[in-house]
T-cell receptor, first 111, second 110 residues
Framework: DAMVIQNPRYQVTQFGKPVTLSCSQTLNHNVMYWYQQKSSQAPKLLFHYYDKDFNNEADTPDNFQSRRPNTSFCFLDIRSPGLGDAAMYLC??????????FGPGTRLTVT | LAKTTQPISMDSYEGQEVNITCSHNNIATNDYITWYQQFPSQGPRFIIQGYKTKVTNEVASLFIPADRKSSTLSLPRVSLSDTAVYYCLVDAGNNRKLIWGLGTSLAVNP
């Protein structure tokens, strides 16, 4: 029973070519998070939605955008990927203040 | 703003109890402490969460002293499959800041 689904699991994009990663949930949680995780590093929170309220971390580059059209779906848009944006992107859901449920992640390669 | 500090790595052997301590000196009154486990190429998985004193579930215990400036994750009788990275997270909840530790890489040896 998949609860947090991320598509695709692996994504290859070219330098500067926009890319969108998707996340969906079956948990009906009001909070959805996007993290970036590079090799041997902790997850880095990019932004999160509390219901429809968007909360951007202060150090998240403008190159990263997000959309949440409804409770179940959330998208991460990288407008002009650079080589430094190659990473695992993790989506998580939760009910603020409690445990987060993570998806399997999308591994992004930038060529 | 709370900052979390935890050991970079730990080694253990099968059957031993493992204790991983996280320090969070500036934890705020309403912050919770949460621990996650992560295997390679997977998303983190929730282990346990607590606010104060002791919390126990089927996989771990979490000890939080009265001043709440640190917390200790206790894994009883570890097995090889417990080899993973363990993250301490201070969660302000209520749509506020999440502070992740850098993770402790636990290696369980036969």
């Amino acid at each position: 029973d998949a609860m947090v689904i991320q598509n695709p699991r692996y994504q290859v994009t070219q330098f500067g070519k926009p890319v969108t990663l998707s996340c969906s949930q079956t948990l009906n949680h009001n909070v959805m998070y996007w993290y970036q995780q590079k090799s041997s590093q902790a997850p880095k929170l990019l932004f999160h939605y509390y219901d429809k309220d968007f909360n951007n971390e202060a150090d998240t580059p403008d190159n990263f955008q997000s959309r949440r059209p409804n409770t179940s779906f959330c998208f991460l848009d990288i407008r002009s990927p650079g080589l430094g944006d190659a990473a695992m992107y993790l989506c998580a859901t939760g009910t603020s203040g409690y445990e987060q449920y993570f998806g399997p992640g999308t591994r992004l390669t930038v060529t | 703003l709370a900052k979390t500090t935890q050991p970079i790595s730990m080694d253990s052997y099968e059957g031993q109890e493992v204790n991983i301590t996280c320090s969070h000196n500036n934890i705020a009154t309403n912050d919770y402490i949460t621990w996650y486990q992560q295997f390679p190429s997977q998303g983190p998985r929730f282990i346990i969460q607590g606010y104060k004193t002791k919390v126990t579930n089927e996989v771990a215990s979490l000890f939080i002293p009265a001043d709440r400036k640190s917390s200790t994750l206790s894994l009883p009788r570890v097995s090889l499959s417990d080899t993973a990275v363990y993250y301490c997270l201070v969660d302000a909840g209520n749509n506020r800041k999440l502070i992740w530790g850098l993770g402790t890489s636990l290696a369980v040896n036969p």
